[in-house]
């Protein structure tokens, strides 16, 4: 059964009295498809397991397996209009006939309470983010070159020439706005970009 939220129903509780003294802030994560994002993230938290990772909320329905709050915020679509309207997004989509989108709560809840917050997103979510959170520290993932990228899109046999095409020419609009974030990281091996985003982050 699908799980959702009542119209007025908060994400999360309200933020406790207990703070961190360290400082908390958002961090996005954003660069082309195929450059490695999700494998950077997966390694660098297999080392640091108390990152914590934004969740975010879709209309869609769950999968086997996923869960409220975990995986996603599960909402109905009026719900999500209404959080569209009050602002209470950083950044939204709508994909396949579905709403995607950052709640403000839990990642605002998440800094004030210390915690570094991230969010993997791709280009034009990032420019949302960058609108509407701007003090958000924002990090650009870049290829080691576009042969290679090319590579390891072909590499994970989940498109046929035509998706292949098509991520490529996507690829080249964004790389092309990698100057718009704040710190750009070349993903060529993957232990020292690890390394690099933690430095950044811990």
């Known amino acids: ?49 108390d990152l914590y990772l934004s969740t975010s909320a879709t209309t869609r329905a769950p999968r086997e397996g996923e869960e409220h709050g975990k995986d996603y915020y599960f909402v109905t679509r009026d719900r999500f209009e209404e959080m569209i309207a009050a602002g209470e997004l950083l950044e939204w989509a709508e994909f396949a006939g579905n709403y995607y989108g950052t709640p403000r709560q839990p990642v605002e809840v998440q800094i004030e309470r210390g915690n570094q917050v991230i969010l993997e997103i791709e280009l034009k979510g990032a420019r949302q983010v960058a609108q509407s959170f701007p003090e958000a520290f924002k990090i650009f993932i870049v290829p080691p070159s576009p042969e290679e990228l090319e590579r390891r899109i072909r590499d994970r046999g989940q498109d046929d020439e035509a998706a292949i095409t098509r991520r490529l020419a996507r690829s080249r609009v964004e790389l092309d706005a990698a100057d718009e974030f704040d710190l750009q990281i070349v993903n060529d091996n993957l232990e020292q970009a690890v390394a690099k985003l933690a430095d950044v982050l811990l």
């Open 1 to 49: 059964m699908t799980q959702t939220l009542s119209p007025n129903a908060s994400l999360l509780p309200e933020a406790t009295s207990e703070h961190s003294t360290s400082p908390g802030r958002l961090v996005v994560l954003t660069g082309p498809s195929g450059v490695g994002k999700g494998t950077l993230l997966k390694r660098l938290r297999q080392q640091h397991p």
